[in-house]
């Protein structure tokens, strides 16, 4: 699991996606990319702000992306101010085990019946390696392009990340799964995980999900985030609450720092995912 506050997650962020900075404040993390002509910056990035910002941190990371050279900045979080004047706002909906040290796998069916097949599947989990993160980028690109979504992170990124964050399922010696896991404070989060198709009957994913969980839960975390699943996959939030997770609604605010070209990225942006719905509806 990488620390979402470490060094090694800046490094990734910065040598494998091009983050042009990445900040800590009083009020958190900044990141900022590059988003084709426009800047996009995010405070503590992967996870968003995990409770109420008040004035005095929204100025922060406001005055920072500014210094940063962002156009727009992305603040996700469960409470915003009522005297905030965002140019956008959406809601989303994630999803968590609230109380991971009281999670009880043996409670959950889906949990359960994992557990017992563990113990006579093929698959083999072991820690991920910087050599994995070309499989792991293939494994997610070819998740990507059967759901017809845009591709946000390359090969470098995932080599960064992998040594760190993966935990790898491997069928007969090869790679078949993986999941990246974060942790922020007392929280873990789910950050990406793919499955190669043909691995698909020996139920991958549910001994990945299950692995991570257990991680999580033995380094005393406290409660697991899924994070937002795309509004496209509602199957993918169904099957994280069969884990024992419990929806959560948070909003998502859009602040301008040039508003000209703030309004030409939300618009590049909506246009983007008009082209994965799309490709999808192929």
């Not at 994992?114 to 991920?128: A, D, M, V, Y």
């Not at 980028?137 to 390359?154: K, S, V």
């Not at 024992?244 to 983007?272: C, E, H, M, Q, T």
């Amino acid at each position: 699991m990488i620390d979402l506050q470490s060094s090694v997650w800046a490094d990734a962020l910065r040598d494998g996606l091009g983050a042009t900075h990445h900040q800590h404040t009083a009020a958190g993390a900044i990141t900022c990319f590059k988003a084709g002509p426009f800047r996009l910056a995010y405070p503590d990035f992967f996870s968003g702000c995990s409770g109420p910002v008040d004035e005095q941190s929204l100025q922060q990371y406001l005055v920072t992306a500014d210094q940063l050279k962002a156009d727009l900045v992305r603040v996700q979080t469960p409470q915003l101010l009522a005297s905030s004047r965002p140019l956008a706002r959406h809601s989303q909906t994630s999803c968590e085990i609230t109380s991971l040290q009281d999670w009880d796998e043996r409670s959950l069916d889906k949990a359960r019946r994992t557990g017992n097949r563990e113990k006579r599947s093929p698959l083999r989990l072991r820690k991920g390696t910087a050599d994995d993160g070309q499989y792991l980028h293939e494994l997610y690109l070819a998740t990507i392009r059967r759901h017809g979504g845009a591709i946000r992170y390359n090969r470098r990124y995932f080599e960064h990340l992998a040594p760190h964050a993966a935990t790898v399922a491997e069928l007969d010696g090869q790679p078949c799964g993986f999941v990246c896991t974060g942790v922020r404070n007392h929280t873990a989060y789910y950050m990406h995980g793919a499955h190669a198709v043909e691995a698909r009957k020996h139920y991958v994913s549910d001994l990945l999900f299950l692995s991570m969980i257990r991680q999580a839960r033995a380094a005393g975390m406290t409660s697991f985030d899924f994070l937002p699943s795309p509004a496209n996959q509602p199957n993918l939030l169904a099957y994280k609450m069969l884990w024992g997770a419990a929806p959560r609604s948070f909003n998502v605010y859009d602040f301008a720092l040039k508003p000209l070209r703030a309004r030409g990225l939300l618009l590049a942006i909506k246009a983007s995912n008009l082209i994965s719905s799309w490709r999808r509806q192929r």
